[in-house]
């Protein structure tokens, strides 16, 4: 028997965020939905930094990989204002 079922979906929104963007997954979304989860993602680091400042983070490995999304997202965010400058 599993207790506590409602950490459930807790956890496995966790294993989601977990997952690392791709390029491809990146290039495929439009310009507003890159700035969109730019914002998202910068504002997770945020909280995430302020739960390792107070000792309560639980995984130090999520900010490496948020900031590795991020920088991602910015540098799609970049070519794509060069192409539109290069027409």
Known sequence: PISGAHKVSHTASCERRLSVMKMKEITE???DELLTKRRDLR???LHLRLQQQS???EQPSRLRLLRRDI????TELSQREKQTEAK
């Open 29 to 31: 979304l439009s310009t």
């Open 71 to 74: 920088a991602r997202i910015q």
């Open 55 to 57: 000792g309560q983070l």
């Open 43 to 45: 504002q997770e680091r």
